[in-house]
């Protein structure tokens, strides 16, 4: 009971902050733009390629911004309080660490699985949609792969809103966490061919990269697992949580 009251008071604080509902609304706005900008020439890169044509992972390309939009909704879950001061009331409300810090998990996962899902799925049905309008071979939800590449598309942002939290909670800075999430999905993917090979290996787990792999329903003969290929990546989002727990525990503030 306890625990569901602290979930309770975290869910309050985080739909009265207006920044929450903003973000939640550029991560839909802006994904579905994507989503409809990147299917304006699939016309033609079908022709140009139509061994390799993938309408599903064409139309969730869109998460390549949307996973930087909702880990910044996983960063404010955190430093939003650090930012006005008003963690260490909270902390006097709230004196187990743990606790505080296991509802702000809770309440980012639950949130950012639901915002994850319904931007998939929106996503998927507005590319087909477009996709019929050119008459370009189009994909339907129950074909093979493809209900299982939006839902765990869903899973792959809700992870990366889980990876912020940890971020947010370790930085307690809202720039400092977001200037490490950028780093880690768009320049260490970006500069790969400059790891030593005995490093390779951890780009088959990576956000951007190996992971993935999730959105595609023609396979990848680099990631030939790519459900293997998410667990990956979500373990490695759980270790940086247990970090932020251990470290959380530990300071004054």
């Known amino acids: 009971m306890i625990f569901a009251r602290t979930l309770h008071a975290e869910w309050i604080k985080f739909r009265s902050l207006r920044s929450s509902w903003y973000t939640l ?9 994507i989503t409809a900008l990147s299917m304006g020439a699939a016309g033609a890169d079908q022709a140009e390629s139509p061994q390799d044509w993938d309408p599903t992972g064409r139309s ?37 660490r743990h606790r505080l810090l296991a509802a702000k998990v809770v309440v980012a996962t639950a949130v950012a ?19 019929i309008t050119q008459e370009v071979p189009n994909a339907q939800l129950g074909d093979p792969g493809v209900l299982s590449a939006v839902t765990g598309g869903g899973i792959y942002l809700s992870a990366i ?67 293997l290929n998410l667990g990956g990546m979500c373990l490695g989002v759980a270790v940086v949580l247990a970090t932020a727990f251990a470290v959380f525990l530990r300071r004054d503030v």
């Open 25 to 33: 609304a550029t991560l839909l706005v802006v994904g579905l733009g």
């Open 60 to 96: 969730l390309t869109t998460y390549i911004v949307a996973q930087l939009i909702i880990g910044v909704l996983g960063i404010l879950v955190v430093t939003s309080e650090y930012a006005t001061g008003l963690m260490a009331a909270t902390l006097g409300a709230t004196p187990r």
């Open 113 to 131: 699985l639901v915002a994850g899902q319904v931007l998939m799925f929106a996503s998927f049905f507005l590319g087909q949609a477009v996709l």
């Open 161 to 227: 809103a889980l990876l912020a939290v940890g971020l947010g909670t370790i930085m307690r800075a809202t720039a400092g966490a977001l200037a490490t999430l950028v780093g880690i999905i768009f320049l260490v993917p970006a500069l790969q061919g400059l790891f030593p090979s005995w490093m390779q290996g951890l780009f088959a787990f990576w956000p951007t990269k190996g992971a993935a792999a999730i959105f595609a329903t023609v396979p990848d003969p680099a990631y030939p697992e790519p459900w």
